[in-house]
C-alpha cells in the first residue's frame, strides 16, 4: 500500500534515448514534486506541481519536461539523454499549507523509492 | 538565500551512545523543519516534522528540536543501535515559497 510509487526503479538507457519516469502518490496530496541526488548525494529539487500548475521550476535543461495530469501524478519524461543525467530522481508529495486543510502535518513530505537512471 | 547545513558530514560511534546531530539554516523566517534517514540505495524516509511554532517532536528514541532564532536543529537518538546507521538529512520549509531545501546530510555509522 505504497504511498509515493514510482516506476521505472531502474532504468539503464544509452546517450540520446528519450525515457520517462513516472510516480503516483494515494495520500490525496495536492503538491508533488522531483528531485535529483547526485553521486555525492545532494538531493536538488527540479519542479513542483500544485494541483497541476507547476509552481517551482529550476534551472534544469528544457530535456526534462514534468506532466501532470492530475494532482496524484507527476510524470518525468527526458529527451536526449546525457551522461550528466546518470542520478537517482525522487518523487515526493506533500498537502501545501495555503490549501484550507492546516492540520500539523501541513507541509510534511514524502517520498518515493526512487529510480536510478544510467545514461552509457 | 536560505542554506541548509548539516556538520559533521560522517559520524561513527559505538552502539548504545547517544548522539546528536545537527542542522543549522541561515533564514529563520521558515514554515517547519522535517528530519529524514535514507539508507543505501533507498528513498528519504520522514522522521519527525517540526512545525515553525513548534520547539520539539519526539517519537521514540528520537527527539528533534528546533530554535528559529539560532537558525538551528538538532536530532537527538538515545541508545544508539546498529540498526540506526543510514544517511541523515534536514529540510527547511520557506515561510514564503514552496522550496524545501535539504542539507547534505550526516552519514551516521554505529559500531556493534
Known amino acids: 500500500d505504497t504511498a509515493v510509487s514510482q516506476t521505472p526503479k531502474y532504468l539503464v538507457t544509452q546517450m540520446g534515448n528519450d525515457k520517462s519516469i513516472k510516480c503516483e502518490q494515494n495520500l490525496g496530496h495536492d503538491t508533488m514534486y522531483w528531485y535529483k541526488q547526485d553521486s555525492k548525494k545532494f538531493l536538488k529539487i527540479m519542479f513542483s506541481y500544485n494541483n497541476k500548475e507547476l509552481i517551482i521550476n529550476e534551472t534544469v535543461p528544457n530535456r526534462f519536461s514534468p506532466k501532470s495530469p492530475d494532482k496524484a501524478h507527476l510524470n518525468l519524461h527526458i529527451n536526449s539523454l546525457e551522461l550528466g543525467d546518470s542520478a537517482v530522481y525522487f518523487c515526493?508529495?506533500?498537502?501545501?499549507?495555503?490549501?484550507?486543510?492546516?492540520?500539523?502535518?501541513?507541509?510534511?513530505?514524502?517520498f518515493g523509492e526512487g529510480s536510478r537512471l544510467t545514461v552509457l | 538565500k536560505q542554506e541548509v547545513t548539516q556538520i559533521p558530514a560522517a559520524l561513527s560511534v559505538p552502539e548504545g551512545e547517544n548522539l546528536v546531530l545537527n542542522c543549522s539554516f541561515t533564514d529563520s523566517a521558515i514554515y517547519n523543519l522535517q528530519w529524514f534517514r535514507q539508507d543505501p540505495g533507498k528513498g528519504l524516509t520522514s522522521l519527525l516534522l517540526?512545525?515553525?511554532?513548534?520547539r520539539e517532536q519526539t517519537s521514540g528514541r528520537l527527539n528533534a528540536s528546533l530554535d528559529k532564532s539560532s537558525g538551528r536543529s538538532t536530532l537527538y537518538i538515545a541508545a544508539s543501535q546498529p540498526g540506526d546507521s543510514a544517511t541523515y538529512l534536514c529540510a527547511v520549509r520557506p515561510l514564503v515559497a514552496s522550496k524545501i531545501i535539504f542539507g547534505s546530510g550526516t552519514r551516521l555509522s554505529i559500531r556493534p
Open positions: 517540526i512545525q515553525s511554532s513548534q
Open positions: 515526493a508529495s506533500s498537502q501545501d499549507r495555503a490549501q484550507n486543510r492546516q492540520g500539523p502535518n501541513t507541509g510534511e513530505l514524502f
